[in-house]
């Protein structure tokens, strides 16, 4: 807990700073146009320039490129999650075009949203064999909707936040693809997406984080789980991928303590906590606060389900 004060006074001083910021677009309408996801693939051949030669547009046949048919399909996936969960038309909320680029530089370890679009390496083949993995996916689609929800500034416990929303509704886009409930889904980032040799399951998990791997050539997965290892570290602009197994891990307290599927009640109290949030510095007490507000409105205030969601913040040590 007084890793959370410290950080905490740290972040009054930077919120100061961004008060001046215009409101955030927040609550947005259901847009009668919702309909269906207009994908654009591109293959980056390998190049370093974004976002390459189209090859495969919506409705078209697919491909052939293995990756680019996937980015397809799995981007459709996404889409309808948002669309038919929470009521959301694209990443924008207005249907922007699903633009991706696989097959990015080469060897490149690693997936992005760029602000606007995605783009996806094929890894080295030692330490990533692939990112065309749905959670990943639906991770970097993450970035775009909280972009375009106000945001979250990526640094410190706000980036953190940002990195745990998108690992949150990539978990989700998982489940619901795989038709698993929270007692049935493994809550692993990147299954399978590691090299043969790497001694690993996933990039994270957020059943139990800081286990994902243990690797002579990757390390050790750093994220903690509670606030006491709260890591103050500069890297990974204030160890965004690092503390963000502090929330992940309440999120999958409060969907196992329910059961069920975990994008209906749990993601809608995310979805709209991420609507009505209206504070791209949010420390994670503030992001807590926001979900008992949101669990609140859609279960009731002294509902169950708002309980359990109090008692998970409190087991991972986020004060509400
Ligand atoms: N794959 C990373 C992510 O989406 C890329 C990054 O560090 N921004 O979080
Ligand atoms: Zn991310």
Redesign the pocket.
Known sequence: ARTLLRHDEQLREERAAWASLPPAPQGIAPDPDLCCPDRRIHDGEFRAALPGRLVRAEGDAPSGIADADLAYDSAGQVFAMFAEEYGRNSLDGRGMPLVATVQHRRNYNNA??DGQQMAYGTGDGKIFRTFLQLSVIA??M??GVIQHSGGLIYENQSGAL??HV??VFGALAEQRVLGQTAHQADWLIGRGILGAGINGVALRSMKAPGTAYADDLLGTDPQPWHMDQFNTTTDDNGG??INSGIPNHAFYLFCSYLGGNAWELPGRIWYRTLQDLNNPMASFSDFADQTLRSAAALAGAGSQQALLLRRAWKLVGIAV
């Open positions: 992005f949203w991770h970097e993450t970035h940002n990195e998108a690992d965004v991928h």
